[in-house]
């Protein structure tokens, strides 16, 4: 018989925290809290195996089932001295759903499970409390209501039906606070919630623990299905098919009195990664009053001041946790009178900052290796490392101008302006429009996470370090200030009033997330730490901490890495930037780029609309030194890298004049007749330019134009060469697919290579190579790699050519593909490993069967995607090519394809699960 149940209490638990896959995280991580000690209320777990058979067996159990959660029970009322409805000494228990990966308020928890009237009134005899019974009924007949009876309110503008209940009451009092209520108004809340229940549903509330206790289980397996997780699980690339796990815990009150409360906490700053306990509780409150932003609760540094005792227990589990865990943990905690329970812990969302941070710090400390420190930033974090920041000389200039409306918690860092709207669906409506947008909500929730992503920044009213907005700011790498509680925000009229100033749907306004301030109107950005160290060489990299930290984890990163990392580059200053950021030579020199430049339009427009080889050939002599020039500044900035120039590739037309206006300027600079430049340009119009008189097709017809781009690039590099520096140039053939296009190319070069070394009496080693860019280069690989010495992916084309979709045309279609899953990713953004990559496998194996030493790089857009990136390392090419700010990205993610390796077969499948249950967070 399968086991589905899982029990912990009393110092073990069935569990471990490695599995997580079987019992949630959750569910795994209480089983290892008690395991470690920890003060963890009894309970057990019902695996996601459950979830699965539920799905796929109509929503119903298995037989065994039902005696497995009975016997389970029954440790549970042994270990906690009570049982479940029983009037004399009732035990209460939580129903709580829990996925894999954490879903923060995505599913639905029930608390105060096994109260009925009668249970009720046992426990108010036994507590001496009535208050507390009958809070915590209202509080169980509202979360049963909402969440099993489906009262929930399914639309963003209704309310639920049990707050509005309590509005009424609170008003009908004169009071504001829900524990400004007594015992009686607590208990009259009981009987109106039934009565709702009853008229809404037309069943009676259900007396009878047993059958609560299955109604709440079904529920959060039901869960696992509604719309919020739906949504969520596509967002964050969450599979379906992992379910969901219920647990089943015991309660313990932190509603019981002033001894009493419960609270959230992070191990260390999860927004900046500082090493200190940042969290926030509130006394005599039960479960997510903490995280609603109801009552603002107060921060973990205040017990230190109010109960000493209690702050040196929670914070010696907290170093028990970091020690055993070796990360950032986030904690739920509850105190019944004066006793405290752990009841939730997890690796810890951070922003990017707080994710470096804390990976350096551990480091430091020798919690981890520098390896597990490189496992645990992704790649893509580092964008948020090179993005702007507020200047803060205009910063100041606007705060001493008056404009600093409030300042709310610095919840997610960064700089964000843009314009105000109040909702999320207009925060998605307004961007698609092309606007900047700041999402201002009193508080968000987990429905608003699609309009949170289509925000540049996140303000809040209400709620703390923990609430939701929060939450989800540090996960989506959002800036957000959270808990402003000088802003009056009315959704009615979309206006926020502050200090006595109206700000109105569609105003301008600044969010500092490093600092919790906001801003009216724009304020101008500059670059972040890493630039102003790396690129605009304005900062001392002593006096960046930031920066600090980037460059040890580059450290590491090329440490470990295997892959070299180039840059793709048509300029010396970008490759100057590149090579700052650790470029290690260029992948892909576009030469057309450079004929857009200062001055060599015009003789590159002569040359395409010459008549005849002698006119063409004027016009490349007058190209000429114009591109020497270029490579040479390209050449010195390398300073001896490997530069990869690549001839010239897209189709004639593009350089060409339009219009008419700009056609008749051309002729007559060309002192030709109008006539005849219009003719001319209407003959290079292509039906399907991807695919016509473009890349080395152009050489073949036009032999001369490579000999002049052949030309330009030796005399640059003999010229370099003569003046001391070293010089590597790499001469590439676009869009090969026939080994004789290449041969014919590669010829021209060496003539022109050995005609220039000759003149300019120097030598220089070279290399001539192609890109793999077109399927039937891929296929004849073996063909190829007999003449070329190298080959680099150019994706862009590869996947035109291989999925037959125009990449400038897909939009349309290949969003909806990737929502239908018929590809997972857009394939021109992270590579097609299954098409494309089948592809590249066989050109380099073809390839290096023919030439061993082949060199194989990548320079489509590609060569900066993570996912492309250990695509590329794990079959073995030489090197990457990227953007220049994509370099650091590029390397960390090299190290990580690297650290993944598995050097044997057989070992691979306990080695991932380890690193999987690692890398979480
Ligand atoms: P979520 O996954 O949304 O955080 P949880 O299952 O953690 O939901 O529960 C919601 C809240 O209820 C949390 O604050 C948690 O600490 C509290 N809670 C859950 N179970 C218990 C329990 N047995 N006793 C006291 N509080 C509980
Ligand atoms: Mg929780
Ligand atoms: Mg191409």
Redesign the pocket.
Known sequence: MKKYVYYFGHGKADGRAEMKALLGG?GANLAEMTNIGLPV?A?FTISTELCTYFYQNKKTYPKSLKGEVAAALKKVEKAMGAKFGDPKNPLL??V???ARA????????I?NLGLNDVVAEGLVKKTGNSRFVYDSYRRFVQMYGDVVLGLKPVHKDEIDPFELIIEEKKRGKGVHLDTELGAEDMKELVGLFKKAIKEKTGHGFPEDPMTQLWGAIGAVFGSWNNERAIAYRKMYDIPEWWGTAV?I??????NMGEDSG?G?AFTRDAATGENVFYGEYLMNA???D??AGIRTPLPISRMKEQDGKMYAHLDRIRKTLEKHYRDMMDI???IQQGRL?M??CRVGKRTAFAAIKIAVDMVTEKLITEKEALARIEPDQLNQLLRPVFDLKQKKAAVDGGRLLAKGLNAGPGAATGRVVFNAPDAEEWKKRGEQVILTRIETSPEDIKGMDASEGILTARGGMTSHAALVARQMGKVCVAGCSALEIDYGTHTMTVKGKVVREGDWISLDGTTGEVIEGKVATKPSEVLQVLVDRTLDPKDGPVYQQYARIMTWADKFRRLKIRTNADQPDQAVNAVAFGAEGIGLCRTEHMFFGEGKIGPMREMILADTEEERRRALAKLLPLQRADFEGIFEAMDGRPVTIRTIDPPLHEFVPHEEGAQRKLAQQMGIPYEKVRSRVESLHEFNPMLGFRGCRLGLVYPEITEMQSRAIFEAAANVKLRGKKVEPEVMIPLVGNVKELAHQEKIVRRVAGEVMAEKKVKFTYLVGTMIEIPRGAITADEIASVAEFFSFGTNDLTQTTLGVSRDDAARFLIPYVEMEIYPKDPFEVLDRVGVGSLMKIAIEKGRAVRPTLKVGICGEHGGDPSSVEFCHQINQNYVSCSPFRVPIARLAAARAALNDVPVKAARKPAKSRRAVKRRR
């Open positions: 959750k209320p309970g228990v939580s709580r759903s829990g954490s879903m923060p308020g995505m599913m639905d928890t608390l647990n815990q015991s309660m313990v009150f932190g419960t959230v039960q479960g997510e903490v995280v739920e905690f509850t329970y009841l939730q």
